[in-house]
């Protein structure tokens, strides 16, 4: 029972638990009134810088850490886009599909990756830089409804699935070495 304490003591720590909290809570803004999802997504994403900043800072990176943080990131970002697109009627749903794709093959191929190569990937920068922008503009056109900021969202969104898709190939096209004895 102690040893089952310590190891999840080691997997649940700060970092973690803010991406825990991001991933808990961002279902809420499909209950609230447009100020308050809007204030919500902006606090929550604010959280994503925060578990990175922690996890690297207190050294306290882990696997689950690599599959909870983007796991949080496309629950804030697809639940956001979902309320903006149906029930605010603020965007169309093409923006909410094409992430949607593009995080679908990135978790169905980290998975894989995980199951044949038995390793997490850890996430590409132009998939940061994406969620980040995203997360940037989601408020900023929800404000001001210039769609000018959704624009980049779109190419972000097909470059870093490319990014991802020839990261995926070049992992898998890799020989796994069998381990020492």
Do not use: C, W
């Not at 690297?56 to 979902?82: C, F, I, M, N």
Request: glycine share 4%.
């Amino acid at each position: 029972m102690v040893q089952l304490i310590l190891a999840f003591s080691e997997v649940m720590n700060l970092p973690n638990i803010v991406s825990l909290t991001r991933l808990l809570l961002s279902p809420l803004m499909l209950f609230l009134e447009f100020p308050q999802a809007i204030a919500l997504f902006i606090l929550l994403a604010l959280t994503d810088a925060l578990d990175g900043f922690l996890a690297r800072r207190l050294k306290q990176e882990t696997d689950l850490g690599r599959v909870l943080d983007p796991l949080a990131d496309k629950t804030l970002l697809l639940t956001a886009l979902y309320v903006l697109t149906y029930r605010f009627q603020m965007i169309e749903p093409t923006l909410l599909f094409s992430l949607l794709f593009r995080d679908l093959f990135i978790l169905l191929g980290g998975g894989h990756i995980y199951l044949t190569k038995g390793f997490v990937p850890k996430a590409r920068m132009l998939g940061k830089l994406t969620t980040a922008y995203i997360s940037f503009a989601i408020p900023l056109y929800a404000l001001f409804k210039l769609e000018l900021f959704l624009y980049p969202a779109y190419v972000l969104i097909f470059l870093s699935f490319l990014d991802y898709l020839l990261f995926y190939m070049k992992t898998l096209s890799k020989v796994k070495l069998a381990p020492d004895p």
